[in-house]
């Protein structure tokens, strides 16, 4: 195991806007405001992106991989464009009825994602948008995070602690802007050590 630092993320409603009928052509992945900057600025911190997705439209037939990798293509070039890059991405194809080990909130993509880098995932947060995320997260043995800018976007206090509650490890933050600003102070404390400069 090493020290690489990884970030997990989840795609629709964490890098794009989430769609009911499913991102199917590059041109309907639009980014999240913001969302995008937040990644490359961890990225210049240091900080690699992999990308861990539940695809099930693939499982319906209502995308093949030809698109799945237009769509990706798409992703990693607007990312390119900011300055960020995502190292790879993880997806699961299935639907739910075919009971596999990699769909969320199973944590199949995630450990794959641990054994494909070699690292310890207790040292990897992992950002979603939905308990489901939050779920395949701590049963991977990931750190937890929620972002509140995709599906999880306005529904409410009671129920965002509800959501945490079933995951207490998890951290909420309003979006991937506000995440990348909380691991960037945390690594700021801890490259400053004790009695060290801010």
Known sequence: ???????????????????????????????????????????????????????????????????????????????????????????????????????????????EIGRRYAIDLALVPMVGDTLRDLLAAQAAGCEPHLVLSGRARGIGDEQVHHMLAQVPQARAHADLAAFAEFLLQRDNVLDSGPGGLA
Not at 55 to 78: C, F, K, L, T, Y
């Open 1 to 111: 195991m090493h020290t690489t630092k990884l970030v997990i993320y989840g795609r629709d409603g964490i890098l794009n806007q989430f769609r009911d009928d499913h991102v199917k052509v590059p041109e309907e992945w639009q980014p999240i405001k913001g969302a995008l900057e937040a990644v490359a600025r961890l990225n210049h911190a240091g900080w690699h992106a992999v990308v861990a997705t539940n695809q099930s439209g693939i499982g319906r037939g209502m995308i093949d991989m030809a698109q799945v990798n237009a769509i990706h293509a798409r992703m990693n070039q607007m990312l390119q464009a900011l300055g960020g890059r995502l190292d790879a991405v993880f997806f699961c194809p299935h639907t739910p009825e075919d009971h596999c080990e990699c769909r969320k909130p199973l944590p199949g993509l995630p450990q």
